[in-house]
C-alpha cells in the first residue's frame, strides 16, 4: 500500500482552487516523490515530482514571489 503523507493544504485566495501538497512513497519502491493536488471545483490536476524537480520549481516560485514583494513594497 502506497504511504500519503499530507504536508500542507490550503485554498488560494482568488480563484479558490484547493491546494495539496504530499509527500507520497509508492509500495513498489523507488523514491519519495512530492504529490502536488490542485482541486478546482469537481477537477482534479495532479503532478507526482521528483526532488530535482521540486527545488527548482521551489526556487523559482520563491524568487518570483520575492520580487513581487519588493515591488509592493517599495510602492508602499
Known sequence: MDQVITLDKFRVPLGNQEIELQ???FAAG???M???RIREHR???I???DPV???RWAQTMGDWA???LAT???AK
Open 23 to 25: 509527500q507520497i512513497e
Open 30 to 32: 523507488g523514491m519519495p
Open 34 to 36: 512530492l504529490r502536488l
Open 43 to 45: 477537477r482534479f490536476t
Open 47 to 49: 503532478f507526482d515530482i
Open 53 to 55: 524537480t521540486a527545488a
Open 66 to 68: 520575492a520580487r513581487q
Open 72 to 74: 509592493l513594497h517599495e
